[in-house]
């Protein structure tokens, strides 16, 4: 009888959320809509035991901003509750290398809540089948994380969002958001209407009388406008229902049938190469310390080659592949032979005075078994190919 009791109790506790699609217009942008709401998140604040809250993003995140700003919020106005973040944002990084990197940088942390912001970084192309790929990765792993779709702004958006449209990209997230039954909050749409007001100026070089400076570059909130992101994630979190009964999220059928739900990272390490790489000192080597922070969370384990015609064979199952790398200097060269297809070249340039670190993909495959081959063709004198890992791009889930 106590076995029975205690079975019971355990399913009352913990139900399952059918998946159910919402029919918000996704061409319209809203500062929240709710939807499904963040029911375990809720249930484990009300329980007092300790939350863990991942923000999974790029610059904007990483910034000492909105991040913590929000974090602090959430002690202070639940106190009878711990909070511990799980700071997982990534320079220059959206969805598709998001979708690559969930398992070993926010699902190994064991989080409750997932904060993805890649609304301003996008998705390289991939953005739908890489979003949706973040999905069912995470519940795939553990269908009672809560996930909240959360959308900055730049400059470029802001005609869209003045006239009450989402961004293309934004659609694309509240399509899925719709079918998954994921919150989403729009950060831009109030330093939109501040700025209509005439509170409020997008972006200046230096503060202005009376007015709240957003941003230096049109991307990068200053504190202001970060607290007033900040602002807006709170009150948008109290407009979700205050749940005490944990749920598990249902997966319903891909959107995409290739979306990126196996995508994952292999250390460049792990994979065979031919003689002439040696691993990259992070502490010392002048290329990968250029731009350190950001270089450092997307090489990790990094390796370097100045010999010409050194290479590395990579065997995988999915779609596609990429490479993490820190393009400087003069052009590299790279060939890529896939299945023993004809040779591709590959250039790699740094479009920007930093020496930092970037990501590229091969164009996609037809779905199955693939080994791709490639081989350091052109360096320069004194310059090294560095690459950290390779972004290997599955399927669906079976």
Known sequence: ????????????????????????????????????????????????????????GGSITAAQGWRPKTLAWMKSHYPAAQFEEINAAISGTGSDYAACRVRGDVLAHKPDLIFLECRVNGGNGYEKPSVEGVVRQIWAADPTIDICFVYTVCSWMLNDLHAGKQTPFGRTMEEIANVYGIPTIDLGLEICKREQEGSLIFKADAPVQGKLVFSRDAVHPGDEGHAVYCQVVARSLLKMPQATKSFKHALPEPLVPTCWASASLLPIASVVKSEGWTPVDSQTDPVYRNDFGRTDAMLRGAMKTEKIGARFTVAWEGITFG????????????????????????????????????????????????????????????????????????????
């Open 1 to 56: 009888m106590l076995r029975l009791l205690m079975l019971l109790v355990s399913i009352t506790l913990v139900q399952k959320v059918s998946a159910k699609s919402y029919t918000h217009d996704s061409a319209q942008s809203e500062e929240v809509r709710v939807r499904d709401g963040l029911p375990n998140f809720f249930a484990k604040i009300q329980s007092g035991k300790c939350v863990r809250v991942a923000y999974f």
């Open 323 to 398: 490479i993490s790398d820190i393009p400087y200097d003069a052009i590299m060269e790279l060939e890529v032979q896939v299945d023993n297809g004809a040779p591709r070249l590959i250039q790699r340039k740094q479009t920007e005075a930093r020496k930092h670190a970037r990501f590229w993909y091969h164009p996609e495959l037809p779905y199955g078994k693939h080994t791709a081959t490639i081989t350091v063709k052109t360096l320069a004198p004194g310059q090294s190919f560095y690459a950290g890992h390779v972004l290997l791009i599955g399927g669906a889930s079976k």
